[in-house]
């Protein structure tokens, strides 16, 4: 079971949440806050797998909220809520270590798929505003940054991180690069070693920080 921390402000938001996180699908809904000032001792009491948060809350918001998560080692991923429109509070959102966001009317399955994968460790950047929230990312990076860590990275785990931050799964950078799966894996991992990132949606954010794609690179 995936254990999952909803947080929103809008109680008949996270009732539907709950219903559609349900025992049936492989969820286990272990707590609510309608604060983001509470979200961290809630995670901190109870262990969630994957923490659903709404950006927009009174008091301390989702992004704030998200920051002060991901500074504690080992904390949770943060899959954030938003409606349309909401570009440049997504763009600060992934550098506050989310690790995607999607739509509050998303499809009920979408919404299954997407808490799987950020608790697997995958990145999930809701298709319907991505292009429109990477320019924006973009837009807030005005030069390329000089990350040295990048020289520590081979041809190949070079590669692999583009191709990742164009948005492609393993399968799809197994293809592309003609090797397995497993050998993907093995990549992403020394990666995440040699930059010192986190996750996957760190590593999206890494690129576009240092210009290793652009927003039209994106695939939706």
Known sequence: MIRVLLVDDQRMVRAG?????????????????????????????LRPDVVVMDVRMRGVDGIEATRRVRARTGAAPVLVLTTFGEDEVLAHALRAGAAGFILKDAPAEDLIRAVQAVATGDAWLDPAVTRRVLAQFRAQQLAPA???????????????????????????????????????????????????LRDRAAMIVFAFDNALVQPHGWQC
């Open 17 to 45: 949440l709950r219903l559609i996180l349900s025992p049936a699908d492989g969820f286990e809904v272990v707590g609510e806050c309608d604060d983001g000032a509470a979200v961290l001792a809630c995670v901190e009491e």
């Open 146 to 196: 000089d990350d040295r860590r990048l020289s520590g990275l081979t041809a190949r785990e070079l590669e692999v991180l583009r191709l990742v931050g164009r948005g492609a799964s393993n399968h799809e950078i197994a293809a592309a690069l003609v090797i397995g799966e497993a050998t993907v894996k093995s990549h992403i991992g020394h990666i995440l070693a040699k930059l010192e």
